[in-house]
């Protein structure tokens, strides 16, 4: 199923309908400020395990996911001040950070050392799927196991077919990656410089 829907100002009643999809352990292609994704609720083992199947990934490389806000990272990470600071001059925006998980986070999700990848993505779109939902949704970019990466989303419907339950046409995405960092300990760690600024880490 392909869905359009406005970036800008995403109408009401296909934000619902995506997020029905994903309460049921559907999985979904949708656009952020990086790239198109493909997630699911971080609820649903089931549908986590189909995402792994479908990237061919090892489950000791945990996906990152996204959360609605700052105060919704705060219930699925541990946030010192010095993270919350950083982070509120940043968020949302194309970064992802690397914290401790707190208790609310599926063991899936995180790596041996309890840490979690975490997006607030400055898109309307997902930020509303995920506050519709009222839990975070997986972040992966929406590629083949090969590495081909996928920007149109028509294209990502053909090719994924039966595998996704419903893609989303938001239009256009910047097609660069996340800057990923760390601030575990509050020692800020640069792991990925991408689109988004990392010089206040350096």
């Given at each position: 199923?392909?869905?359009?829907?406005?970036?800008?100002?995403?109408?009401?009643?296909?934000?619902?309908?995506?997020?029905?999809?994903?309460?049921?352990?559907?999985?979904?292609?949708?656009?952020?400020?990086?790239?198109?994704?493909?997630?699911?609720?971080?609820?649903?083992?089931?549908?986590?395990?189909?995402?792994?199947?479908?990237?061919?990934?090892?489950?000791?490389?945990?996906?990152?996911?996204?959360?609605?806000?700052?105060?919704?990272?705060?219930?699925?990470?541990?946030?010192?001040?010095?993270?919350?600071?950083?982070?509120?001059?940043?968020?949302?925006?194309?970064?992802?950070?690397?914290?401790?998980?707190?208790?609310?986070?599926?063991?899936?999700?995180?790596?041996?050392?309890?840490?979690?990848?975490?997006?607030?993505?400055?898109?309307?779109?997902?930020?509303?799927?995920?506050?519709?939902?009222?839990?975070?949704?997986?972040?992966?970019?929406?590629?083949?196991?090969?590495?081909?990466?996928?920007?149109?989303?028509?294209?990502?419907?053909?090719?994924?077919?039966?595998?996704?339950?419903?893609?989303?046409?938001g239009g256009p995405v910047?097609?660069?990656?996340?800057?990923?960092?760390?601030?575990?300990?509050?020692?800020?760690?640069?792991?990925?410089?991408?689109?988004?600024?990392?010089?206040?880490?350096?």
């Amino acid at each position: 199923m392909l869905l359009k829907i406005n970036p800008k100002n995403p109408q009401e009643r296909l934000i619902k309908r995506v997020s029905e999809i994903i309460r049921r352990g559907g999985i979904i292609a949708y656009p952020t400020d990086t790239f198109y994704g493909i997630g699911c609720d971080i609820m649903n083992k089931r549908a986590i395990e189909k995402i792994y199947a479908l990237k061919k990934r090892s489950k000791n490389q945990p996906f990152s996911f996204i959360c609605s806000s700052l105060k919704n990272i705060s219930y699925y990470a541990k946030v010192s001040n010095y993270a919350y600071k950083m982070m509120k001059r940043l968020l949302p925006g194309p970064y992802t950070f690397i914290l401790e998980g707190s208790r609310h986070v599926p063991k899936m999700m995180l790596t041996r050392r309890k840490f979690a990848g975490i997006r607030v993505p400055n898109h309307a779109i997902c930020l509303q799927l995920v506050e519709r939902l009222g839990n975070p949704i997986i972040s992966t970019t929406a590629s083949l196991p090969d590495g081909t990466i996928f920007y149109d989303p028509s294209l990502i419907h053909d090719t994924f077919k039966k595998q996704l339950d419903a893609v989303i046409d938001g239009g256009p995405v910047p097609g660069k990656p996340s800057s990923v960092v760390s601030l575990v300990d509050d020692e800020p760690e640069v792991i990925r410089e991408g689109l988004g600024d990392v010089s206040m880490f350096r």
